[in-house]
């Protein structure tokens, strides 16, 4: 492999050094070009453009591996527990069974959020969409846990996974108009979240550990997937060295978006809109295909993932074992995987790469799960905290780490003078 490559560039040479990964990746490191040519360069969607070097997770797009730390996602999909995870994408291995029984402990009893911050919900309406109310309360964070010192970094980063599953089950019961569930020092990190989400005073409530064991799944799948939109906001915004909750909140933001984390609330949408709609498949994978329509299949394509997306593959699985485990018989599980066959054999999908996404199965065991909609990308945002946390830490503990600030091509109107009031068209 050449350690450098060559630009030529009116009739200059520029040798600009190669870097070359663990997984053998290759870089072309552009850091001197504009202090040498003058010239920058110009990559929409950052698509060819790699914004750091990482040791947390690795993604071959053409093969469809994930794998964080090193670890394949299909191995601690079937053997890990999400603490676990997230604590190996945050401090870098495994932890060990003493190192595993403290976190696991710190993050419960970390699980309650601070009475006063209670109010805060009183100001959201019912409707408000829980993924503003999440934002919005993890900012707020900071208001009541700062970043004094280096000891308060663990415990802000324990704080921030602990309680905002608490956060998310009280916007849950804020939507339903059910008084909020103190979370249980005797569960486990899943199992506290379904007690907070589904315990009523009136009665008692045992969590289903199939629902526990799906969840536990379900946040291990989207614990992190390298420089995605909204972890790339996380680095974008810590780079400043805005605090934890300020970067983390604003990756809550970006994976609203939904071309992002809020697809999976829309691939619900978009079955329930083919079934109200009699079910013709045909029909919109057509509507998919115009460009004129602008209709999107949600839960197809990937920018990596030129091939299967592993979780999806671990996902289309988990759905049909867990809907019957729990005996749920969901017509949209059909649906989906009819619109995936067709999706397959048609030229269009084919030539794209345009395969089942981590969101196109998700919805459905949400769903099997009793979980609403809107909630959907709220529980996206649950798994990938660690993999956030884990991107803030490993800029922050950068020792060379700069301020995140791209450059541009500017082409707007060249130089012009001010023209009054009174003498504009
Ligand atoms: C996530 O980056 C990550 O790692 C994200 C994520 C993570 O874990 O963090 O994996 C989570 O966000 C998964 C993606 C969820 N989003 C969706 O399911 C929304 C539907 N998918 C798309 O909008 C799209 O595929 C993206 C956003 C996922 C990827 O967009 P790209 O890479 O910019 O691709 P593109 O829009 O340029 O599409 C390339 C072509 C275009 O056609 P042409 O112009 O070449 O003719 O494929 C077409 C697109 O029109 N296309 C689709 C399509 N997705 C792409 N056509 C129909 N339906 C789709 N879903």
Known sequence: MDDTAKLILNG????????????????????????????????????NTGACISDITFIDGEKGILRYRGYPIEQLAEKARFPEVAYLLIFGELPTATQLDSFRQ????????????KKFFEG??????????????????????PEIDEEDEYRNIVRLLAKTKTIAA???????????????NSLSY???????????????????????DALNVLLILHADHEQNCSTSTVRMVGSSQANLYASIAAGICALWGPLHGG?????????????????????????????????????????????FDPRATILRKAAASVLDRLGVDDPLLDIARQLEEIALKDEYFVQRNLYPNV?????????????????????????????????????????????NRPRQIYTGSTERNFVPLDQRG
């Open 263 to 307: 697809a999976n609330q829309k691939v619900i949408e978009m079955l329930t809109m083919i079934q109200d709609d009699g079910g013709d498949l045909k029909k919109y994978v057509d509507k998919a295909k115009d460009k004129d329509d602008g209709f999107r299949l949600f839960g197809f394509g990937h920018r990596v993932y030129k091939n």
């Open 170 to 184: 009280y916007a849950y019961k804020k939507a339903i108009g059910q008084p909020f569930v103190y979370p249980k």
């Open 190 to 212: 899943c199992s506290n979240f379904l007690h907070m989400m589904f315990s009523v005073p009136a009665e008692p409530y045992e969590v289903d550990p199939v629902l526990e």
């Open 359 to 403: 969101d196109f199965y998700s919805g459905i065991i949400y769903r099997a799960m009793g979980i609403p909609t809107d909630m959907f990308t709220v529980m996206f945002a649950l798994g990938r905290l660690p993999g956030w946390v884990a991107h803030w830490k490993e800029l922050r503990d950068d020792p060379k780490g700069r301020i």
């Open 12 to 47: 200059q040479e520029y040798l600009l050094p190669v870097i070359v990964g663990s997984e053998n990746e290759v870089g072309v490191d552009i850091s001197r070009l504009r202090s040498d040519s003058g010239a920058i360069t110009l990559d929409s969607g950052y698509a």
């Open 124 to 145: 959201f309406r019912h409707t408000a969409h829980p993924m503003a109310i999440l934002s919005a309360m993890v900012t707020s964070m900071s208001s009541y846990y």
């Open 106 to 117: 710190d993050l419960t009893y970390h699980s309650m959020i601070h009475e006063d911050m």
